[in-house]
């Protein structure tokens, strides 16, 4: 007899977003995209001059 | 320079139909709703793009659509800084503050606060709330009312009241649900038109400059600096005023302010509420730096058209016409052959820079600075000279520069969508407020203090009261209080001022567990104190955003201190709390 399947994790423990498992991988994203845009703006003072 | 602004028949169908439309829609879906969950928090059936776009709604008022591109225009992109503390601060409230109120039920931030410590602790941050928000609001109508009716020739008590009467039927009929509602058709009625000025501005660019040269003329002012990474406390803008001060100015407005927390927890779940603060995150910051993109575009626009000299105009003809106002006839027509000679330079050096030569680029370049300096002494010539006429004299038009684009170079029609968008970003920010309030007084207060044991069409009723009755005093305000300074940095600096005592109350909620009722409150009022102090005697040496870490930083020690004293009792574990 196979053993159960492990339980599914509560409802508020995921954030039920394709590619995203947890929310710390759901806010690391948030805050990289934070990084994303400001290297993008300090490239953009530096091209734009 | 100066003329009558004709809006034709088809921009007033425009303008009409969707502000009257979204208002009218937002009243007929909600009418009749008798469950106060549904009347202060949406049923908390709302999906997370609702409540993302919500938020975003509430923060942007109409301010954002008139200062903010005329910060693009006089300063540039730097102004974007200020929204990198807006992601931090999502993520620490999604990730602590949203799972506590969830759990604890609350109808108001301020509830939570009588949960943790005590009741007079919540009433404090209620009425910090409503005291600053009563006054923000005001100026929410206030602010974009004197540019419309100052560059349309519209009367301004009647373009307050206009506003004002609007928001206030559709609110006090359908609460937070009539908020949600209308925010969704706000938002897209303001990306649209946000769209179509992108692109009507860049194909109006002269012939012969592209996007690109377009871009570059306006680095080559300076007005593409986006990050400034001078550690100058001063200096208002910075990318670590942003960070550091930013992070505290938005966890305070979207972790504690009423008018933020009712949007999230209008949401079906904690997902929602998340998810809803996420795509905040996301959006935010790109969609500030398109709208500082087309204040700069519009700068890059003046370089080649004739602007006016001062763009408020109801202003600058108000002084021409006084005594003494001979001067700025003479400014106005020395202003023509010198931007004549500016936008010349300009394109000698577009030439210079597309012919490859880099000696005869760094020389065009050189006179093209030189052109730049002598009509911005004209144009600081012309800020004196109306002090010297009227030491009372408002100096500074950056707020009129995107309406004045708009009425001056816009086809009709486009004209009325993108008045549209300034009265839906007014009332969409000011609808929250009415409902957050009104909202506040009913729970906080009514309920909490004076009838704890009604049903819920009691508490409904009592809630249109109170949302009404702030209608009708926030629209007193706006039209018997004079303003003055930048638009929206008046409505940040006020935040500032009560927004760090208050993000206090919450951190030491959230995060120090011993300390009790007592200790934050007289730590609260103490930093309060401080803060206030700071803005009267240190305004010139610290900018506005360092109140809010200052204001936490202070609550947080003061509460420590009073802690310890003899006879301050600790707070009480509960579990429930537990953050």
Redesign the interface.
């Known amino acids: 007899m196979s053993s159960p399947p492990p339980p599914e994790s509560p409802?508020?423990e995921s954030?039920?977003?394709p590619v995203f498992r947890t929310?710390r991988g759901?806010?690391i994203f948030?805050?990289g995209?934070?990084a994303l845009?400001?290297v993008f703006?300090?490239l953009?003072?530096r091209?734009?001059? | 320079l100066v003329e009558v602004v004709h809006v034709s028949a088809l921009d007033w169908l425009v303008l009409l139909g969707t502000t009257l439309g979204i208002a009218g829609y937002g009243w007929w879906y909600t009418r009749g709703r008798k469950q106060l969950d549904t009347y202060l928090r949406g049923a908390q059936n709302t999906s997370w793009i609702t409540i993302g776009l919500s938020v975003m709604a509430t923060q942007a008022s109409a301010v954002t659509f008139l200062s903010t591109p005329g910060q693009g225009y006089a300063d540039g992109m730097r102004f974007v800084q200020i929204y990198f503390g807006l992601p931090i601060a999502m993520v620490i409230i999604a990730a602590v503050f949203v799972p506590l109120y969830r759990r604890l039920n609350v109808f108001t931030a301020y509830e939570f606060l009588g949960r943790r410590f005590d009741g007079k602790t919540r009433l404090l941050g209620a009425g910090l709330f409503l005291l600053q928000r009563g006054i923000g609001a005001g100026l929410t109508i206030y602010a974009p009312s004197i540019v419309i009716s100052g560059v349309l020739g519209w009367p301004l008590d009647l373009t307050i009241v206009f506003s004002a009467i609007l928001a206030i039927i559709y609110t006090v009929s359908g609460g937070s649900e009539a908020v949600n509602v209308t925010h969704r058709f706000q938002m897209l009625l303001i990306f649209s038109g946000l769209i179509v000025a992108f692109f009507v501005i860049v194909a109006s660019m002269p012939q012969g400059v592209s996007f690109a040269d377009a871009l570059h003329v306006a680095g080559s002012a300076g007005r593409m600096k986006a990050i400034d990474f001078s550690p100058d406390l001063n200096n208002r803008y910075t990318i670590w005023s942003g960070i550091f001060g930013g992070v505290f100015l938005m966890l305070a407005y979207f972790g504690t302010d009423q008018s933020q927390v009712q949007r999230y927890l209008s949401g079906t779940s904690v997902r929602e509420s998340r998810l809803g603060l996420m795509f905040n995150s996301v959006v935010k910051v790109p969609m500030q730096i398109f709208i500082l993109l087309l204040g700069t575009l519009v700068f890059v626009y003046y370089q080649f058209e004739q602007p006016p000299l001062f763009f408020n105009r109801a202003e600058w003809r108000k002084y021409t016409e006084a005594p003494g106002g001979d001067t700025l006839r003479k400014l106005d027509e020395r202003f023509v052959p010198l931007h004549a000679e500016e936008a010349a330079r300009i394109r000698d050096w577009l030439a210079a820079r597309h012919s490859g030569d880099s000696a005869a680029e760094t020389k065009a370049r050189a006179a093209m600075t030189a052109a730049d300096g002598q009509t911005r002494q004209l144009r600081a010539e012309a800020a004196k000279t109306l002090v010297a006429i009227d030491p009372k004299a408002d100096t500074k038009d950056t707020d009129y520069v995107f309406l004045t684009f708009i009425l001056d170079h816009l086809p009709h029609g486009v004209i009325g969508l993108l008045v549209a968008v300034i009265f839906a970003g007014g009332l969409s920010s000011v609808a929250s407020e009415l409902t957050a309030l009104g909202g506040t007084v009913a729970v906080d207060f009514y309920r909490n203090l004076i009838k704890p044991e009604a049903t819920d069409a009691h508490y409904v009723l009592a809630s249109k009261w109170f949302t009404g009755l702030w209608g009708v005093l926030i629209l007193a305000f706006a039209l018997f209080f004079q303003f003055s300074d930048n638009l929206i940095q008046a409505v940040n600096k006020l935040g500032s001022i009560f927004y760090g005592p208050v993000l206090g109350l919450f951190i030491v909620a959230f995060f120090f567990k011993r300390i009790g009722g007592t200790a934050v409150f007289w730590g609260a009022i103490a930093s309060q104190a401080l803060v206030i102090a700071v803005h009267l005697f240190a305004r010139d040496k610290i900018a506005f955003l360092w109140y809010n870490p200052i204001g936490v930083g202070a609550c947080v020690f003061f509460s420590y201190v009073v802690q310890a004293l003899p006879g301050v009792s600790s707070a009480q574990p509960k579990a429930s709390l537990a953050a």
């Open positions: 409802p508020e954030p039920r977003v929310w759901l806010y948030v805050l995209m934070l845009y400001i703006l300090a953009w003072s091209w734009f001059t």
